[in-house]
Nanobody, 127 residues
Framework: QVQLVESGGGLVQAGGSLRLSCAAS????????MGWFRQGPGKEREFVAA????????VYADSVKGRFTISRDNAKNTVNLQMNSLKPEDTAVYYC????????????????????WGQGTQVTVSS
């Protein structure tokens, strides 16, 4: 089992920045990829960004490319999401996820491929 705990959400004005962190514990050696997803009011949960836990390759949704950066610290078992130039449409609950058997970039963007999920952290961007 892997436990994931997100932190760093909050309220920010449009154009501002936030940094989300996800701390993993448990059988972290079994993870192949970690990702961030988000779910806005009345919307489906959607992919935001992901990182291969060993090699460090990254994948981003088109809507956040150039504004968000995902990074990992394997020594601390954390994955971070730096969010810049935030827009009101970025408002959502952000979830951290970890997958055991994800081996492709395309696979990292599919929420059904993830085995473990955090509780989520609210990000609200005001206009």
């Amino acid at each position: 089992q892997v436990q994931l705990v997100e932190s760093g959400g909050g309220l920010v004005q449009a154009g501002g920045s936030l940094r989300l962190s996800c701390a993993a514990s448990g059988r972290t050696f079994s993870m192949s990829a970690m990702g961030w997803f988000r779910q806005g009011p009345g919307k489906e949960r959607e992919f935001v960004a992901a990182i291969n836990y060993r090699g460090g390759s990254t994948v981003y949704a088109d809507s956040v490319k150039g504004r968000f950066t995902i990074s990992r610290d394997n020594a601390k078992n954390t994955v971070n999401l730096q969010m810049n130039s935030l827009k009101p449409e970025d408002t959502a609950v952000y979830y951290c996820a970890a997958g055991r058997l994800i081996t492709t970039a395309q696979g990292m963007a599919i929420k059904e491929n993830y085995d473990y999920w955090g509780q989520g952290t609210q990000v609200t961007v005001s206009s």
